[in-house]
C-alpha cells in the first residue's frame, strides 16, 4: 500500500539513489555502477541458528526471536524488529497493535516518520490488553538533524518521549551524522530536510562531540537506556570513540545485499557495537516512491529466487535471514498480515556458506539513502 500523502511528500525529498560514481543528476538513474569482488563473510559470523560472536555482544535464538545482548548495559535487544519508516498515521496503531500480536517486541521510529505517537498509542493499547509488559517491549527513535544542539536535543528527546507515552526509550539514535538549521517544535514537527523557505539549510558549528555528549546526559537521566548512531561510516565511528564517555551500542546502517558493507561490520564487531541493518530489501524499499532507480528487484533477482526456492522460503525471507545469520539485527516493515508474519519467522531456518556467498556476491556498492542527493555538503559518505 502507498503511504499517505503526508509521509510521502514528507519523504519524497529523503534521498534519490546515488551510484558511487559522482554524476550529473540526470544520470543517476542510468549511470553504471561499480561493481567489486565479494570480500569473505566477517570473521566472526557463525552460520547456525544460535550463535555467540567474538567482539563482545552476543546473539542468541529464543524460541520467539533472536535477541543481540548489547556491550555496555547487557540489555537484550530482539534482533527481528519492526520498521515503522512510511507506515500512515491513520494505520500506524493498528498495524503496531497487530505486529505485537504476530510476536514481534522491537518497534524502530523517528521523529522523521511522523508517527511516534500513533505507534506508542498501538503498543500501549497492547499493554493495556495484556498482550505484552513494557518490560517485553522495545521502542528504538532517532533524533532528527534539525536538533543537534546540545540544548535542542535535550528538549526533542524529552518531547518524543512523551508521544510515545511509554517513560522511557530503550535505545536512542541519533539518526544521521550531519546537522540543520532548528526549526522549533512548536513551529513545525518533524521538520524534515528542508526548511521554512522550503530550502535546504545545512549547518556547520556544531560538532558531534556536542550532539553526542547530550546523548550520554539522557542516559544519565534515565529518558534513554540505550544510546547509539545511525549511517556513522569507520572515521567518524573511530573519532566518537576517542571521546565518548558511553560508546555508542548499536550503528544502525543500510546494508543489503547491493551494498554489503563489510568492512564496517567487521569494524563494529572488533569495538563492540552491534549493527542493525536497514532497507534489507533494497530497491524494494524505496519502489513505492519511485525512488528505487534502474536496479532489478532483490526479490525478482535470480540468485534470490534460486535460494528461496532451495529453502522453501520466500525472497524475504530469504533477505532476511541473510543478515540475521551474519549476526545482524533487522527491522522489515509490511502493512500485510500475512507477510508481517513472514517476515517474523526467519529463525527457524539457516542458509548455507555458499548460498550466504552467492547473495553477497551481488554487493556493488549501491547506496539508497544519500543525504548529499538534497544537499551536496551532506556528503555524509562522500
Known amino acids: 500500500m502507498r503511504p499517505s500523502a503526508t509521509i510521502a511528500r514528507r519523504h519524497v525529498c529523503s534521498i534519490l539513489p546515488r551510484p558511487v560514481l559522482h554524476l550529473p543528476i540526470r544520470t543517476l538513474f542510468s549511470a553504471p555502477t561499480i561493481k567489486t569482488p565479494p570480500r569473505p563473510l566477517p570473521r566472526s559470523v557463525s552460520l547456525p541458528l544460535s550463535f555467540t ?10 524460541m520467539s526471536s533472536p535477541v543481540i545482548t548489547l556491550k555496555r548495559t547487557g540489555a537484550k535487544m530482539p534482533a527481528i524488529g519492526f520498521g515503522t519508516w512510511k507506515v500512515p498515521n491513520e494505520q500506524a496503531a493498528d498495524t503496531v497493535y497487530n505486529a505485537i500480536k504476530a510476536g514481534y517486541r522491537l518497534f524502530d521510529g523517528a521523529a522523521d516518520y511522523g ?17 505484552v509488559t513494557r518490560e517485553e517491549i522495545w521502542v528504538t527513535t532517532k533524533i532528527w538533524n534539525s536538533f543537534h544542539k546540545r540544548e535542542h536535543l535535550l528538549e526533542v528527546a524529552k518531547h518524543q518521549s ?3 507515552g511509554l517513560d522511557y526509550i530503550d535505545l536512542l539514535l541519533v539518526h544521521f ?36 555528549g547530550a546523548m550520554e546526559e539522557l542516559v544519565d537521566s534515565g529518558l534513554a537506556k540505550n544510546i547509539g548512531i545511525s549511517n556513522v561510516s569507520g572515521s567518524l565511528l573511530n573519532d566518537i570513540l576517542s571521546y ?52 532489478e528487484s532483490l526479490f525478482e533477482h535470480q540468485s534470490i529466487k534460486s535460494v528461496a526456492q532451495e529453502v522453501g522460503k520466500t525472497e524475504a525471507q530469504v533477505l532476511l535471514r ?15 498480515p500475512i507477510r508481517l508474519a513472514q517476515n517474523f519467522q526467519v529463525s527457524q531456518f539457516e542458509l548455507t556458506e555458499a548460498q550466504m556467498k552467492a547473495i553477497s556476491a551481488l554487493n556493488r556498492n549501491y547506496r539508497m539513502n544519500d543525504p548529499q542527493s538534497i544537499h551536496i555538503s551532506l556528503g555524509i559518505f562522500s
Not at 540543520?180 to 530550502?199: C, K, M, N, S, V
Not at 563494529?268 to 519502489?287: Q, R
Not at 545482524?328 to 509490511?334: D, F, M, T
Request: with cysteine.
Open 177 to 212: 551524522p550531519c546537522t540543520l538549521e532548528h526549526i522549533p517544535i512548536a513551529t513545525r514537527f518533524p521538520p524534515g530536510w528542508h526548511g521554512l523557505d522550503g530550502q535546504c539549510h545545512p549547518v556547520r558549528n556544531i560538532p558531534y562531540q556536542e550532539t553526542w
Open 115 to 131: 508517527n511516534e505517537k500513533e505507534c506508542g498509542d498501538g503498543i500501549r493499547r497492547a499493554i493495556q490488553d495484556g498482550i
Open 53 to 62: 560472536s567474538t567482539y563482545s555482544t552476543t546473539t542468541t535464538t529464543t
Open 244 to 295: 565518548a564517555k558511553y560508546d555508542p551500542q548499536v550503528n544502525q546502517v543500510e546494508i543489503h545485499p547491493y551494498l554489503t558493507q563489510e568492512g564496517l561490520i567487521e569494524l563494529c564487531k572488533y569495538h563492540g557495537i552491534a549493527i542493525t541493518a536497514y532497507c534489507s530489501f533494497g530497491p524494494a524499499s524505496w519502489a513505492e516512491l519511485n525512488m528505487h532507480g534502474h536496479v
Open 162 to 164: 512523551s508521544l510515545w
Open 322 to 336: 541473510w543478515a540475521l545469520q551474519q549476526g545482524l539485527a533487522v527491522i522489515p516493515k509490511s502493512n500485510n
